[in-house]
């Protein structure tokens, strides 16, 4: 990560006891709004925020984030083409090891959270956002009422192109 500089750019330093002092609030100004929608390829975000607390582990080399990420965002409807509005309301667990050497499971719950390796204690937690934001988002987005194959109506299932012929007239 080190200084490269990307739509949300918010660098921490580790080694500052001020990064750890309670609750943080990143909140996404419009430009960026716009260049993390570019990136993320997606019609428009609307909100980004995030709050968190970093708090250092036990060990000297290894570091928190924990806390909740929100965002507004219209996507294309991959049926439709239409506009999809959706709300990510998403809660944040990485664990930040300095240094390359793995981080032994007993450190961090592998299925809850994700391990960021870095080298430098310059940490840019705006892009640790940004790309659990594109985790989150629905990578199928529908809307309301659009043939779904996960639907529990059988009929449909039977008869796929019965939904199709419906658009159709």
């Known amino acids: 990560m080190g200084n490269t500089i990307n739509e949300l750019s ?4 580790l080694l500052l006891p001020a990064t750890f002092k309670g609750a943080q609030r ?6 960026e709004c716009a260049n993390i ?6 019609l428009n975000l609307k909100k980004l925020t995030a709050e968190f607390t970093l708090t250092p582990n036990n060990l000297l080399d290894v ?29 944040m667990h990485i664990t930040i090891k300095l240094g390359e050497e793995e981080l032994p499971d007993e450190y961090f719950n592998p299925e809850l959270e994700d391990v ?9 937690i705006g892009e640790l956002i940004v790309q659990y934001l594109s985790l ?3 990578p199928y987005p529908r809307q309301d009422g659009v043939y779904n194959l996960q639907g529990d109506d059988q009929d449909i299932r039977k008869k796929p192109f019965a939904k199709l012929e419906e658009l159709k007239k």
């Open 116 to 124: 960021e390796y870095v080298q430098d204690t310059k940490v840019d």
């Open 37 to 42: 929608a570019k990136r993320l390829d997606i």
């Open 136 to 138: 989150s988002i629905n």
């Open 10 to 13: 918010r660098v921490f330093d």
């Open 26 to 31: 990143v909140v996404a100004t419009e430009q």
């Open 63 to 91: 570091f928190k984030l924990e806390g909740r990420l929100h965002a507004e965002l219209t996507q294309k409807c991959v049926v439709t083409m239409q506009p999809v509005d959706e709300i990510i309301d998403e809660s």
